[in-house]
């Protein structure tokens, strides 16, 4: 079992940045594949970036490419996620979850993670 606890969210003005944190227990934490996702109002849940168990391998979803880094410390079972440029469209709760099968890459949806986190709120404003 994995318990995954997200923070760092917050309000910010567009063109600012934020970074997003995720602390995860558990002793397997460096053999799990990492990704964030977002969900507005209203939207469905989507992808946002991935990492590699290993942090050797990234990707991520068009709409925050250049802008968003995801990053993970294993030694502190932690995975950041910073963002830049901060739009508007950006707003949403960002989601930490964990994907325990070892593919590579992960699947960009819901169902390719086992483990969730409860979500921080991201607000950016004009």
């Known amino acids: 079992q994995v318990q995954l606890v997200e923070s760092g969210g917050g309000l910010v003005q567009a063109g600012g940045s934020l970074r997003l944190s995720c602390a995860a227990s558990?002793?397997?934490?460096?053999?799990?594949?990492m990704g964030w996702f977002r969900q507005a109002p209203g939207k469905d849940r989507e992808f946002v970036a991935a990492?590699?168990?290993?942090?050797?391998?990234?990707y991520y979803a068009n709409s925050v490419k250049g802008r968003f880094t995801i990053s993970r410390d294993n030694a502190k079972n932690t995975v950041h996620l910073q963002m830049n440029s901060l739009k508007l469209e950006d707003t949403a709760v960002y989601y930490c979850?964990?994907?325990?099968?070892?593919?590579?890459?992960?699947?960009?949806?819901?169902?390719?993670?086992?483990?969730w986190g409860q979500g921080t709120q991201v607000t950016v404003s004009s």
């Open positions: 979850a964990a994907d325990s099968t070892r593919r590579w890459p992960t699947a960009p949806t819901r169902s390719g993670y086992d483990y």
């Open positions: 990492i590699r168990w290993s942090g050797g391998s990234t």
């Open positions: 558990g002793r397997t934490f460096s053999s799990f594949a």
